[in-house]
């Protein structure tokens, strides 16, 4: 038996790949959103290595420069690098949405088991908690996190978190409202298993497929709000690069167009490819709805 396990995983693997393959293929922007988000992780963790000059280095003049065979995509204005600045703000972007994802998946999926699980009193003090927070916009909320806590790349990180918290225990609560009436978790409680252990070994992985694809969803939110806490100068402080801080400079020169267009363009195609690479996740993981 066991030997029959061991082969049993590399076709389960293979099955896997292959249906993410075809629902890719069905997509008509499924491979190149794929190729965009793999670009996106690649250039966030070797952006010091792939940009043709550090990000605060001016290399010319101080002045507005259009895209050339120097700078390819121009420099700003006062000189510096755009492509470069675009390359380490992929960085900074990538580490808000991964740091942010990882505040909002592990305190919402505890917050949602714990509601969904023990239901109750502690579920509707828990949920009323919860739409509280939900009734606020998310920029409008952020906003006020930040203007607690100050501004910085690390305190929007915290307030992007904080904000995505309800959307994930609704999910989590909701999925674990439907498997915690399954027969393995009646067997789980008759064999005098604890709660803690029903929660995270029986009952989360079989809720882990949905919070992935939400979560591919919301790294896409997430980085319009770190993009727009930027731009009103309440997220990445100055010098450091953002796609957000670009755009706002851009602004005050609109006739150099090529400040302020090629950080948009990184947003929109990243928020695009993210969304598009969230929807075949869901065609995957979820068996509705390949059925």
Same mark, same amino acid.
């Given at each position: 038996?066991?030997?029959?396990?061991?082969?049993?995983?590399?076709?389960?693997?293979?099955?896997?790949?292959?249906?993410?393959?075809?629902?890719?293929?069905?997509?008509?922007?499924?491979?190149?959103?794929?190729?965009?988000?793999?670009?996106?992780?690649?250039?966030?963790?070797?952006?010091?290595? !792939?940009?043709?000059?550090?990000?605060?280095?001016?290399?010319?003049?101080?002045?507005?420069?259009?895209?050339?065979?120097?700078? $390819?995509?121009?420099?700003?204005?006062?000189?510096?690098?755009?492509?470069?600045?675009? !390359?380490?703000?992929?960085?900074?972007?990538?580490?808000?949405?991964?740091?942010?994802?990882?505040?909002?998946?592990?305190?919402?999926? #505890?917050?949602?088991?714990?509601?969904?699980?023990?239901?109750?009193? #502690?579920?509707?003090? !828990?949920?009323?908690?919860?739409?509280?927070?939900?009734?606020?916009?998310? $920029? #409008?909320?952020?906003?006020?996190?930040?203007?607690? $806590?100050?501004?910085?790349?690390?305190?929007?990180?915290?307030?992007?978190?904080?904000?995505?918290?309800?959307?994930?225990?609704?999910?989590?609560?909701?999925?674990?409202?439907?498997?915690?009436?399954?027969?393995?978790?009646?067997?789980?409680?008759?064999?005098?298993?604890?709660?803690?252990?029903?929660?995270?070994?029986?009952?989360?992985?079989?809720?882990?497929?949905?919070?992935?694809?939400?979560?591919?969803?919301?790294?896409?939110?997430?980085?319009?709000?770190?993009?727009?806490?930027?731009?009103?100068?309440?997220? #990445?402080?100055?010098?450091?690069?953002?796609?957000? !801080?670009?755009?706002?400079?851009?602004?005050?020169?609109?006739?150099?167009?090529?400040?302020?267009?090629?950080?948009? $363009?990184?947003?929109?195609?990243?928020?695009?490819?993210?969304?598009?690479?969230?929807?075949?996740?869901?065609?995957?993981?979820?068996?509705?709805?390949?059925?």
């Amino acid at each position: 038996m066991y030997s029959s396990e061991i082969h049993s995983r590399p076709s389960a693997t293979r099955l896997f790949l292959g249906n993410f393959a075809r629902a890719l293929t069905r997509n008509p922007l499924g491979w190149p959103s794929a190729f965009i988000v793999l670009l996106l992780i690649v250039v966030g963790l070797f952006a010091p290595w !792939i940009a043709p000059y550090p990000p605060d280095m001016i290399v010319d003049m101080p002045m507005p420069s259009p895209p050339s065979e120097q700078f $390819l995509l121009g420099a700003d204005e006062i000189g510096r690098d755009v492509l470069s600045r675009i !390359i380490a703000g992929t960085a900074v972007s990538l580490r808000v949405m991964v740091l942010s994802l990882v505040i909002s998946i592990a305190v919402g999926s #505890v917050v949602g088991l714990i509601a969904g699980y023990f239901r109750g009193v #502690v579920e509707s003090i !828990i949920m009323r908690i919860m739409d509280a927070l939900l009734a606020f916009p998310m $920029l #409008v909320l952020a906003l006020a996190i930040i203007a607690f $806590l100050g501004p910085g790349i690390n305190n929007a990180i915290i307030a992007i978190g904080i904000v995505n918290v309800p959307k994930f225990a609704r999910l989590v609560r909701g999925e674990v409202l439907g498997v915690s009436k399954k027969e393995f978790v009646t067997a789980a409680r008759s064999l005098g298993y604890g709660n803690m252990r029903i929660m995270f070994r029986h009952i989360w992985p079989n809720v882990a497929g949905s919070v992935i694809v939400y979560a591919s969803i919301s790294a896409s939110h997430a980085l319009i709000t770190e993009a727009a806490l930027s731009f009103l100068g309440l997220g #990445v402080q100055p010098p450091d690069p953002s796609w957000g !801080i670009m755009i706002a400079t851009g602004m005050s020169y609109l006739s150099e167009w090529w400040i302020s267009f090629f950080p948009g $363009l990184a947003i929109f195609l990243t928020v695009l490819s993210l969304n598009v690479f969230g929807d075949v996740l869901r065609d995957v993981l979820d068996p509705r709805d390949r059925q």
